[in-house]
């Protein structure tokens, strides 16, 4: 069996240096199409990884947990295996996995080199056309484990779905403790699957809205650390902060352009309302991009940062405007009846996600950018601040049930469907999800 | 509504429906302060307990308004009359909405709330060098429940006094 290697080296412990040594031809057998509303998740069989420890075992658990929440495949239970993978490098017994239903096998094997570093070998199979679909190896030190697992179920993602896997990826959020109305609010970092919680914040004072740079380094967030709410930079390795500007007044709602060169972000006016203004962290220029007498806040770029999607409350109330990158042309799109805030634009630029308030109940939703085509995901009793997965496939939001002292972390499908919990500590809102590191 | 807003931003029009308020609504009660609660007169003359038991400290709102309410116009101009004769307090007005908004759009609401009652003392001729705002948006509730009950003591701009004296 002639086999292709793809080799990842995954060296430091965030930079991950990737080397590309050859690809599989990519002939699609088995696979997934994932704009369809109700699609069956498809059964796949994930057997333990082979290792002289438990690691072979661990990783296999993250990878299944991953295509599992994903809502689009359904691992199989490990007790209606037939057959014991022995050699990982020799084609499985199709039959014995048909018979079981799998449409696709996982085999792999860890081991450690003499230089200490992790070895990760996986396979993809379809087992019904008997072929080979993926073959990887990765190096990683062993505190990588989980991030080798998450890269893994990426790898199997994309080849069966067509589309970016996400599951290599961090969220920034606030942890919320104590009682509601001394709630403790610290920035917090952790993996997608709720794994690896890391606090960026003492808790000391308020921090809120945090949201990742394109580079993945640094986050931008609003805090009362010096007493004034202010914007800041956080280097995420190093802990180093820096404020944004010196402004008289508050500044709030800040997000990166996709660039990474500019800060976006609202200013507080003396006379009580709140414009929109980019400032360019190289050159500390500030530009203002709106001037009305209104709030205009949550400012979100489009991903070819040629155009920012923003609430105001000039018509009245809150609505979801989008003006060029200059603060040209600034149009209302949301008309849904109700109030609508948070729009986020989506990374594959075809739709901005927001919260609408109506009837009492706050809603996630998308629309297309020009304001049609609305969908609401999600209605509860107070839910907000969606972000989107990197493969703009999957949302994740904070609510909260009424009575339940504080909010949590869900993902939802872009379809609606398939809503799950991430799981935290304490009570958590304001996620945002990391991009893809390339 | 955004036009009395801007009215009320105005301090010779503010002066205007202040003579009107004052008439209406001077003995008009806080629905929150402790005078209510018959611990009034205890509290030293010109301390900060005299300031929030005797003329309440804070006022509320409407949803997803800035404008002062008449009720809150009453304790407004007792604010401004108290503060513009113990002079030496400094004076940060920290405005606050309910949870029943998002995040970020609240912490404007919360920010225009506080502008809202900073301009009204200031008409009242409290000295604008000694008042500053805060916005703590829905972050910092003084009433924890799922209801309007809550949600309408919320929505508020408290007057906190700092500085000398106390």
């Known amino acids: 069996m002639k086999i292709l290697l793809r080799t990842i080296l995954l060296a430091g412990a965030i930079a991950a240096g990737m080397n590309a040594v050859a690809t599989l031809p990519a002939r699609a057998l088995v696979e997934i199409d994932v704009n369809k509303g109700n699609v069956e998740p498809l059964p796949v069989a994930v057997t333990d990884f082979l290792s002289s420890d438990g690691l072979g075992a661990e990783i296999t658990g993250i990878i299944s947990a991953d295509l599992k929440r994903s809502g689009l495949f359904a691992p199989i239970d490990k007790g209606a295996f037939i057959e014991k993978i022995s050699n990982p490098d020799a084609a499985p017994r199709f039959e014995d996995w048909r018979v079981i239903n799998a449409q696709a096998l996982v085999t792999g094997r860890v081991t450690q080199e003499a230089d200490g570093r992790l070895r990760a070998e996986f396979r993809l199979w379809d087992t019904f056309a008997g072929e080979q679909l993926v073959g990887e190896q990765f190096f990683a030190n062993k505190a990588n484990s989980r991030r080798v697992a998450h890269i893994i179920a990426d790898s199997i993602y994309e080849r069966l779905t067509g589309e970016k896997g996400y599951f290599d990826t961090r969220v920034v959020f606030i942890d919320e403790s104590g009682p509601k109305n ?123 940062g040629g155009q920012v999607v923003f609430t105001s409350d000039r018509g009245g109330q809150p609505q979801i405007y989008v003006m060029g990158a200059d603060g040209s042309n600034q149009t209302r799109i949301s008309f849904g009846g109700g109030s609508y805030s948070t729009p986020v634009w989506s990374p594959r630029g075809d739709l901005i996600a927001f919260t609408k308030q109506t009837g009492g109940e706050f809603q996630i939703g998308v629309m297309k950018t020009d304001g049609s085509g609305e969908r609401i995901l999600s209605s509860g009793f107070q839910q907000e601040g969606p972000t989107w997965a990197p493969n703009g496939r999957v949302i994740m939001f904070f609510r909260e049930a009424a009575g339940s002292g504080g909010p949590r972390l869900y993902s939802i499908d872009l379809t609606g469907r398939n809503e799950q919990a991430i799981p935290t500590a304490n009570f958590a809102s304001d996620p945002a999800w990391s991009p893809l590191l390339e | 509504m955004r036009g009395i807003a801007a009215l009320i931003r105005n301090p010779l029009m503010i002066a205007l429906v202040m003579g009107l308020a004052i008439a209406g609504c001077a003995n008009k009660k806080t629905p929150n302060s402790a005078a209510d609660l018959g611990l009034g007169g205890a509290a030293t003359p010109g301390s900060s307990q005299d300031f929030t038991v005797n003329v309440g400290d804070r006022i509320f709102f409407d949803t997803d308004s800035s404008v002062i309410r008449a009720d809150a116009q009453g304790i407004l101009s007792r604010q401004a009359q108290w503060l513009n004769q113990y002079k030496q307090y400094g004076i940060v007005i920290e405005g606050h909405a309910d949870e029943r908004g998002t995040r970020e759009y609240n912490l404007a609401l919360g920010a225009r709330r506080a502008a809202a009652t900073r301009d009204y003392l200031v008409a009242r001729g409290v000295s604008a060098n000694r008042l500053k705002t805060i916005s703590y948006g829905k972050e910092r509730p003084v009433a924890v429940c799922d209801d309007i009950s809550c949600w309408s003591q919320n929505r508020r701009a408290v007057t906190a006094l700092n500085g000398a004296g106390s």
């Not at chain 1, 956080?234 to 500019?262: C, H, W, Y």
């Open chain 1, 182 to 304: 001394q709630r403790k609010k610290r920035l917090a970092i952790m993996d997608q699957d709720g794994a690896g919680v890391r606090y960026l914040s003492d808790g000391s004072s308020l921090a809120l809205t945090p949201r990742f740079s394109p580079s993945r380094q640094e986050i931008t967030y609003m805090s009362y650390e010096s007493g004034q709410p202010r914007v800041y930079l956080l280097q995420i390795e190093t802990g180093q902060r820096e404020l944004v500007g010196n402004f008289p007044g508050m500044t709030f709602a800040p997000r990166f352009s996709p660039d990474g060169q500019k800060v976006i972000m609202s200013l507080l006016r003396d006379d009580g309302n709140s414009n929109v203004f980019a400032m360019d962290l190289r050159s500390r220029t500030t530009t203002r991009l709106t001037n009305s007498n209104s709030i205009d806040t949550s400012p979100s770029y489009s991903p070819d």
